[in-house]
T-cell receptor
Framework: KAGVTQTPRYLIKTRGQQVTLSCSPISGHRSVSWYQQTPGQGLQFLFEYFSETQRNKGNFPGRFSGRQFSNSRSEMNVSTLELGDSALYLC?????????????FGEGSRLTVL | ELKVEQNPLFLSMQEGKNYTIYCNYSTTSDRLYWYRQDPGKSLESLFVLLSNGAVKQEGRLMASLDTKARLSTLHITAAVHDLSATYFCAVDEGAQKLVFGQGTRLTINP
């Protein structure tokens, strides 16, 4: 059974550009979450989607956005990139929208902003 | 606002020894997760603890949850080099959001 797949795995952008990251959840999983990992701030919640609806959003500026498609695949977008956006972006999926389900993480997309 | 604190943040130990990583959190929750992360890699799920008093074991690792004390522990028994990694606890804040601890970087020396 395939795990959570994220693309691209590595990318380099310059300040002011925008970036789109993609996540394919485990087959049958309908909830997709995104997290940002940096050495300084650790792991921080970005947002969560279930059945194409954003149900929760973390404390990030509006430059960070996301969406989920009918096949549960998700994308996140960061516009007007800043140096501080350099991070590992992790996508995670769980089978249902209920509480307590195990969260499975992808390998991440490592973004470097120059 | 939920805060999750792990200690120690760095741990260097000898093979064969036992040690415990602590995870304290600030508000009520009865759902806690432990993850392992190797350098440059993603998070690997180790344990899901869903109730007070939950105890789970896998190999040399054992995790427990005390919701009244707002404390979870990850106990390592007879450590081996392969367990060297960074370990994170994460508390389910509700609304599908996990709040992570800072991580404990564990180094096991031969």
């Amino acid at each position: 059974k395939a795990g959570v797949t994220q693309t691209p795995r590595y990318l380099i952008k310059t300040r002011g550009q925008q970036v789109t990251l993609s996540c394919s959840p485990i087959s049958g999983h309908r909830s997709v979450s995104w997290y940002q990992q940096t050495p300084g701030q650790g792991l921080q919640f970005l947002f969560e989607y279930f059945s194409e609806t954003q149900r929760n959003k973390g404390n990030f500026p509006g430059r960070f956005s996301g969406r989920q498609f009918s096949n549960s695949r998700s994308e996140m977008n960061v516009s007007t990139l800043e140096l501080g956006d350099s991070a590992l972006y992790l996508c995670a999926s769980r089978i249902s929208g209920g509480l307590g389900g195990e969260l499975f993480f992808g390998e991440g997309s490592r973004l470097t902003v120059l | 606002e939920l805060k999750v604190e792990q200690n120690p943040l760095f741990l260097s130990m000898q093979e064969g020894k036992n040690y415990t990583i602590y995870c304290n959190y600030s508000t009520t929750s009865d759902r806690l997760y432990w993850y392992r992360q190797d350098p440059g890699k993603s998070l690997e799920s180790l344990f899901v603890l869903l109730s007070n008093g939950a105890v789970k074991q896998e190999g040399r690792l054992m995790a427990s949850l005390d919701t009244k004390a707002r404390l979870s522990t990850l106990h390592i028994t007879a450590a081996v080099h392969d367990l060297s990694a960074t370990y994170f606890c994460a508390v389910d804040e509700g609304a599908q959001k996990l709040v992570f601890g800072q991580g404990t970087r564990l180094t096991i020396n031969p």
